[in-house]
């Protein structure tokens, strides 16, 4: 039996999160870890590098929070509604402040994540061929095949400080598993320096050993695991609640304006007093609107024992 | 807005109608989302969507609210890691359509979707490529869905994200063999006025007009010298059960039509 990592939110971002990170919150719309966001943000943490293929919500309200001095991504917007006001405020008006920006595509971003778990120098990918956007971004360079048979684009590897994750279920060492969209949170905690996973519900260690086809992350590379149900509002977790569209939708005209936003921050960030407070000023109804409209379980399947 | 549809609705259901025939789908953020699933429901019941969050075959019982919904999960073929998808999927060559939406294209449908403006300090900063250049690159052929007007139809786009035809087809055909693109390019760009495909010489050309729609306004919507096929034929209007999935299944609230 191992030791126990469960911790705090509260704990596991002073410890683990220090200013002048490369912070990586993924989950790809699935899975987002809004609730360890907006304890960096409570923290104020300062001079983050952000690092994410889709900033989403989460990304404008920490850059709106003032910790972040730099975004690393490859798509920037409201998914399915509109765009992120306080980021874009910062880079075509740099206000109130610039922030640098280092872009890539989706692949770009999964192969340098790779490359950095996999201690490589660089990912090759068939992309950015006659586009601008190795201009935009020096770091994206063309490199000969050492075969002699062509040319591909490579990214450099992206190795954060700190890698959150957000899961359906993980032991108390940090053996974590996932069902829906598994995004490329896989290769950002391989390649992290240190990993938070954030879980709805805390589970023996026989229940992932019951069904290891479905971990994506060993215990081996965790360092803390936080127990916080519905941590991923507004976005979702596949069987357990849905995007809250409507708050999504709700974004778009706070995002527009600044003053808005700081004072969403007070309601919602600086003045509740972590996640099991936001949820309960959020309100069960709306929690429950939330539940899926039914129930899809998959079949099981039998491993076997060997003895 | 013609009489008992709107021009959002005759956009999608030309988009979905282009589809008949294809296999396998990697349906891009936004537009395309609610014509391939349009498709799926009506001319290519077969089709598979991929999605980029990592699905393959999915079978979405509502119109996903975007392309990481978990109706895309519930029932699919296969969830896989983005690695797997980019990687397997869309490099080793399975997508026979990348289905794209656009801000800005040019006449070889060479696509933007990063700035208006200077990249450094953009008058509008949008979101960027996703994963539309690898898309463009490695699709067997692209389709694309957007608004058409003096502002997204342009000669020159202030930003390349996603290649199109480059500067011309031969030019273009030579670069994607030299460089062992698996892709063909664009071939068919639906608006809100009309439907184009690409000539010979790689350059987009109307083919079809939507009901209502004169060729002079289209002409006034392009900002270049538009080529014109010699018989442009007429977009056969929505079906009315084309018109119900849109508004009863797909997009009760109008989000895309309105």
């Known amino acids: ?239 357990a609640y849905d995007r809250d569209n409507p708050f999504y939708i709700a974004w778009d005209p706070i995002t527009r304006d600044e003053s808005a936003i700081q004072q969403w921050l007070r309601d919602w960030v600086y003045d509740v007093d972590g996640r099991p407070a936001y949820i309960d000023k959020l309100g069960a109804d709306r929690v429950a609107s939330l539940r899926p409209s039914g129930t899809a379980p998959s079949g099981s399947v039998d491993y076997g024992a060997y003895r | 807005m013609t009489e008992g549809y709107s021009k959002s609705e005759m956009m999608i259901v030309a988009a979905a109608r282009e589809l008949a025939g294809q296999r396998v789908c990697f349906v891009g953020v936004g537009l395309p989302n609610i014509a391939v699933n349009l498709a799926q429901r009506t001319i290519a019941p077969d089709l598979e969507l991929v999605y980029e969050a990592g699905v393959f075959g999915a079978r979405p019982a509502r119109l996903p609210l975007s392309i990481g919904d978990p109706t895309i999960v519930t029932g699919a073929t296969a969830v896989t890691s983005m690695w797997d998808l980019f990687s397997l999927y869309l490099q080793g060559g399975l997508i026979d359509v990348g289905f794209l939406g656009a801000a800005q294209i040019d006449r070889f449908g060479n696509i933007n979707t990063t700035v208006i403006g200077p990249y450094d300090r953009p008058t509008t900063r949008l979101p960027g490529s996703g994963g539309a250049c690898e898309i463009a690159i490695n699709a067997r052929q692209v389709f694309v869905i957007m608004h058409q007007s003096r502002r997204s139809f342009v000669e020159r786009i202030d930003f390349r994200t996603s290649p199109g035809n480059l500067g011309g087809a031969e030019n ?58 010699a018989d442009v034929r007429a977009t056969p209007e929505p079906t009315a059960e084309e018109l119900r999935l849109i508004r009863v299944e797909l997009d009760p609230e109008g989000a895309y039509t309105t």
């Open chain 1, 1 to 239: 039996m191992s030791t126990s990592k469960v911790t705090t939110m509260r704990d596991a971002i002073a410890e683990l999160v220090h200013d002048g990170d490369t912070v990586a919150i993924e989950g790809f719309t699935h899975l987002i870890c809004f609730a360890a966001g907006h304890e960096i943000i409570r923290q104020r943490k300062r001079d983050l590098t952000l690092a994410r293929l889709t900033p989403d919500l989460i990304y404008d309200q920490m850059v709106a929070g003032g910790v972040a001095r730099k975004l690393i991504f490859s798509w920037l917007g409201n998914p399915g509604v509109g765009s992120l006001g306080a980021i874009r405020r910062r880079i075509e008006s740099a206000d109130p402040a610039p922030l640098e920006v280092e872009e890539y595509s989706h692949f770009g971003m999964v192969g340098r994540y790779t490359a950095g778990a996999a201690n490589l120098p660089f990912y090759p990918l068939r992309s950015y061929f006659e586009t601008d956007l190795p201009v935009a971004n020096p770091l994206i360079r063309p490199i000969e095949s050492p075969y002699g048979d062509g040319t591909v684009y490579a990214v450099p590897p992206l190795k954060p400080d700190v890698t959150i994750v957000h899961a359906q279920r993980a032991d108390a060492s940090g053996d974590t598993q996932v069902w829906g969209l598994l995004g490329c949170q896989k290769e950002a905690a391989f390649a992290a320096r240190r990993v938070i996973v954030v879980v709805e519900e805390l589970v023996p260690e026989s229940v992932i050993r019951a069904d290891p086809n479905r971990t994506i992350l060993p215990g081996l590379i965790v360092d803390a695991v936080v127990v916080e149900p519905y941590g991923a509002h507004p976005s979702y977790v596949q069987g």
């Open chain 2, 172 to 229: 273009a055909a030579r670069i994607r063999h030299e460089q062992g693109w698996l892709g063909r390019g664009p071939s068919v760009v639906v608006t809100d006025l009309a439907i184009y495909h690409f000539d010979d010489a790689g350059e987009m050309r109307l083919d079809s007009l939507h009901p209502g729609v004169s060729l002079d306004q289209v002409r006034e919507s392009v900002g270049w010298e538009v080529r014109v096929a």
